[in-house]
């Protein structure tokens, strides 16, 4: 039986899976989406009494190359089914992955309870299943976002308007007019977990924002500034978001905003005009220098509303 994502996904939601979406992943992975098996109907590396051959694993900070035996199946079903019933389902005294809150928390599961040495594997099941999504508009992941429009707070000649998407990691900008006038890099991404929002630390929470106060830190303090460790968080600008529909308070989140910098580029890294975009505690962030040069100046021709939309 010839073996596609779409199939995989269905067994594992057959059998109870959580995350079918990441049982598909760990099959694209382990067998070369479904070209490479380890044994019999083996699409996982699981070990066990069958097919012998090389394989590598991850000891004491390098891969080596050993021989190993893995486990054949009568059928991908049978296959896909041990997997769940062992590693996504309480098992014995293993806690499944099951029972994490997220797609991405459930794979850096996998690598805490050790069904891969690989330091890098939960990375490369995320990375999957991103690709996946920006490759295969079919099925789309279900998209949350504002419920009401910039024009029911008076939305006028001189404002504008940021359209914020977690999926495509862009923030388009339109004028009153509704005319695009940029596309650029954004990522609306929690360290905490992603495709969650209404947790501390997770996503920015969707819904209409209207940018309040900004911190420019750039123009106070110029651009070989001293290490600050305020300065290396935030970046050159920092933008005060407003919400609009109290998609804040109804989680328990505050403070959001939109910024540059990132400690996780570490210093004079933070303050390069495109640093790296990683991951913040829930605001939006932005290159430095995309900052500057294109979103300030909007907040001096009149009001700019942000609509901000996630994964469902």
């Known amino acids: ?17 959580k995350y079918p979406q990441l049982v598909a992943a760990q099959w694209a992975l382990e067998s070369g989406w479904g070209k490479s098996l380890s044994g019999k109907n083996n699409f996982f590396g699981i070990k066990g009494t069958g097919t012998k051959h090389q394989t590598q694993e991850w000891v004491g900070g390098k891969f080596i190359t050993i021989t190993d035996e893995f486990q054949d199946f009568s059928s991908p079903d049978e296959c896909v089914k041990y997997l769940v019933d062992r590693w996504y389902k309480n098992f014995k005294s293993y806690k499944g992955v099951n029972n994490a809150p997220s797609v991405e928390e459930a794979a850096r599961e996998l690598v ?13 099941l995320t990375g999957i299943l ?3 999504t920006s490759t295969n508009p079919s099925p789309q992941p279900a998209m949350i976002g504002p419920k009401k429009t910039p024009r ?6 001189g404002d504008h308007h940021l359209i914020v998407n977690d999926i495509t990691e862009t923030v388009k900008a339109f004028n009153s007019e509704g005319k695009l006038l940029w596309e650029l890099p954004a990522l609306a991404r929690g360290q905490g977990s992603d495709l969650e929002f209404k947790l501390q630390n997770t996503d920015t929470p969707p819904g209409l924002y209207r940018i309040g106060q900004v911190y420019r830190d750039y123009d106070r303090v110029g651009s070989t500034p ?8 935030f970046g050159w600008y920092s933008f005060d ?3 609009l529909e109290n998609q804040e308070r109804k989680y328990g989140r505050a403070g959001i905003m939109i910024h540059g910098g990132g400690s996780a580029c570490g210093w004079p890294g933070a303050w390069q005009p495109m640093q790296k975009l990683f991951a913040t505690h829930g605001c939006v962030r932005m290159h430095n220098k995309h900052l500057r040069e294109n979103l300030y100046p909007l907040t001096k021709a009149g009001t700019v ?6 994964e469902g």
């Open 305 to 310: 509303y942000v609509s901000v939309y996630q």
């Open 112 to 124: 805490r309870q050790k069904y891969a040495t690989d330091p890098t594997y939960a990375e490369k």
């Open 152 to 157: 029911d707070f008076g939305f006028k000649p």
């Open 241 to 243: 978001l407003e919400e």
């Open 226 to 233: 001293n290490y600050d460790r305020t300065l290396m968080s």
């Open 130 to 132: 991103k690709k996946r």
């Open 1 to 17: 039986m010839d073996t596609t994502w779409e199939i995989i996904e269905a067994l594992a939601k057959k059998h109870g899976a």
